[in-house]
T-cell receptor
Framework: DSGVTQTPKHLITATGQRVTLRCSPR?????VYWYQQSLDQGLQFLIQ???????AKGNILERFSAQQFPDLHSELNLSSLELGDSALYFC???????????FGQGTRLTVV | AQKITQTQPGMFVQEKEAVTLDCTYD???????LFWYKQPSSGEMIFLIY??????QNATEGRYSLNFQKARKSANLVISASQLGDSAMYFC???????????FGTGTRLTIIP
């Protein structure tokens, strides 16, 4: 158990809908990262938050947004969902920005 | 820009043998970290081992060691005495110290044969 909790584990939704993925980092970790894993794109970095502030942005679509709350949990919001958004979404956390990141179990999103 | 290359899409290894998973990287930044993660069929990403670019010695964690050859820009993972539970996808990744996101390779699927 990495100590990073992601909910839900599985999500099935229709095209055009909006979903929210939730992540609770390991106790004491200030940095939260979101990654997307799909068959065609592999593992891609989406966005990073550090102590509530956005720190880095990767290949995140404009339809996607995220935030980190004062208690350090984070949410990834995906809207106007398309079939191609079906993927495994990982949250990871680290104690500081330079340390190794520990991953949650992922949320498997299926858009039908 | 950072790039990770894993050239072995799949490997089959006999149980109890040692196995080396290849990883080469490319970066112009002198300060970086190299990571290996294991992804079993259940899907979670398990951190295995870390090597910093300024570390003088190769990293080791139990049966895992990282063969770090800086001049060749390679960071191969060595698993000693392989076990059936080692069957999984293995990802090499790197981050630069000014940009902490991980860049992943395409992975190697390791299958341990009894």
């Amino acid at each position: 158990d990495s100590g990073v909790t992601q909910t839900p584990k599985h999500l099935i939704t229709a095209t055009g809908q909006r979903v929210t993925l939730r992540c609770s980092p390991r106790s004491g970790d200030l940095s939260v990262y979101w990654y997307q894993q799909s068959l065609d794109q592999g593992l891609q970095f989406l966005i990073q938050y550090y102590n509530g502030e956005e720190r880095a942005k990767g290949n995140i679509l404009e339809r996607f947004s995220a935030q980190q709350f004062p208690d350090l949990h984070s949410e990834l919001n995906l809207s106007s969902l398309e079939l191609g958004d079906s993927a495994l979404y990982f949250c990871a956390s680290s104690v500081e920005a330079r340390a190794e990141a520990f991953f949650g179990q992922g949320t498997r999103l299926t858009v039908v | 820009a950072q790039k990770i290359t894993q050239t072995q899409p799949g490997m089959f290894v006999q149980e109890k043998e040692a196995v080396t998973l290849d990883c080469t990287y490319d970066t112009s930044d002198p300060s970086y970290g190299l990571f290996w993660y294991k992804q079993p069929s259940s899907g979670e990403m398990i951190f295995l081992i870390y090597q910093g670019s300024y570390d003088q010695q190769n990293a080791t964690e139990g049966r895992y060691s990282l063969n770090f050859q800086k001049a060749r820009k390679s960071a191969n993972l060595v698993i000693s005495a392989s076990q059936l539970g080692d069957s999984a996808m293995y990802f090499c990744a790197m981050s630069n110290f000014g940009n902490e996101k991980l860049t992943f390779g395409t992975g190697t699927r390791l299958t341990i044969i009894p």
